[in-house]
T-cell receptor, first 110, second 114 residues
């Protein structure tokens, strides 16, 4: 069974904090993705990676960075969290034509 | 600019009825059109997908209809059940896109009343 694990289901942070969201997959997939999901806006792509140490900007990369030091792990970093980054964050991997999603991290920035 | 436009944003259907969700796109380079289903507290999961060389694909109660000339595709859920209540996303992928990047619609929240 495909498994995409996001380290936290819920996270509460303060404005200005540096935030790390972790995602681990066990399928040996090369492609990994970070999305944010907001009501009425759907799934918006933040960053994606097609190999270790490789990354590409998605549609809304501002305020975010990513790290992929190992194939199975893809991290999303909020350098200085702001209230407008309060959202649901979803990680996904790509196998053949299918994207497999984690359960998401609901981040609240106060 | 939104690559895939989805409607309606929300849909309420009675049990046993037909649910229809529509999507439209402009980019003729898209060559793969999946639908994802998301239940509360879960990540989206692939439901059904179609390629533009066929006009329809059916899997159980779920059917995708594809109109290449109109650049539109739709999801039909026959005999809708309360267990179908979820958010549905259509998506599209560019031809030759080895990165597998999908462009998602904004989602439709479906509620099926018993």
């Amino acid at each position: 069974d495909v498994k995409v694990t996001q380290s936290s289901r819920y996270l509460v942070k303060r404005t200005g904090e540096k935030v790390f969201l972790e995602c681990v997959q066990d399928m040996d997939h090369e492609n990994m993705f970070w999305y944010r999901q907001d009501p009425g806006l759907g799934l918006r792509l933040i960053y994606f990676s097609y190999d270790v140490k490789m990354k590409e900007k998605g549609d809304i990369p501002e305020g975010y960075s990513v790290s992929r030091e190992k194939k199975e792990r893809f991290s999303l970093i909020l350098e200085s969290a702001s209230t407008n980054q309060t959202s649901m964050y979803l990680c996904a991997t790509q196998g053949a034509n299918i994207q497999y999603f984690g359960a998401g991290t609901r981040l609240s920035v106060l | 600019q939104q690559q895939v436009k989805q409607s309606p944003q929300s849909l309420i259907v009675q049990k046993g009825g037909i649910s229809i969700i529509n999507c439209a796109y402009e980019n003729t380079a898209f060559d793969y059109f999946p639908w994802y289903q998301q239940f509360p507290g879960k990540g989206p999961a692939l439901l059904i997908a179609i390629r533009p060389d066929v006009s329809e694909k059916k899997e159980g109660r779920f059917t995708i209809s594809f109109n290449k000339s109109a650049k539109q595709f739709s999801l039909h859920i026959m005999d809708s059940q309360p267990g179908d209540s979820a958010t549905y996303f259509c998506a599209a992928r560019g031809r030759g896109s080895t990165l597998g990047r999908l462009y998602f619609g904004r989602g439709t929240q479906l509620t099926v009343w018993p």
